[in-house]
């Protein structure tokens, strides 16, 4: 075996009533932000605790969220799909599909609009390319002062 699922992820439908802190969680993904490998999709990053999302409990961190009052999540940017979640009303419909048993786990992104980016897929590159960058700049040092007798 090679970990992955045997069984489709299933499909469900969830009505969910907009709180005071919004529907409570936070959403990854689109066309401009993919936050698995070749799909663009919008995926449930974290799930506000006492928010709406929490309370119903089906909702799952790593969900895919595949439409929203009917309005399939196709092809949208992440911004676009943050507008639909904030003109979305009180009551609002959403198709969700259970997530893989294998993924990465969610970063932070907010569903009630408000986009948080420090962290995500950039952080990954960025603290790659800093791992890089201080290996080629050890590895010159030690060239340089090779010769050094040095207090090291």
């Not at 799909?39 to 999302?53: E, L, T, Y």
Request: overall charge neutral.
């Amino acid at each position: 075996m090679n970990g992955s699922a045997h069984s489709a992820p299933s499909v469900e439908e969830i009505t969910l009533k907009r709180g005071p802190a919004g529907l409570g969680f936070n959403i990854v993904g689109g066309v401009d932000q993919q936050y698995i490998m070749n799909d663009s999709g919008i995926f449930v990053a974290k799930i506000k605790v006492d928010g709406a999302a929490a309370l119903d409990g089906r909702m799952q961190e790593g969900d895919k969220i595949l439409a929203i009052n009917g309005q399939k999540l196709d092809n949208l940017s992440h911004s676009a799909a943050v507008e639909l979640f904030r003109s979305a009303g009180e009551d609002v419909h959403l198709r969700i599909q259970q997530r893989p048993v294998m993924q990465n786990g969610p970063t932070s992104s907010r569903a009630d609009g408000e986009s948080s980016s420090a962290f995500g897929t950039w952080t990954m590159y960025t603290v790659a390319a800093l791992a890089v960058i201080t290996a080629v700049g050890f590895i010159a040092y030690k060239r340089l002062h090779r010769g050094s007798r040095g207090p090291f």
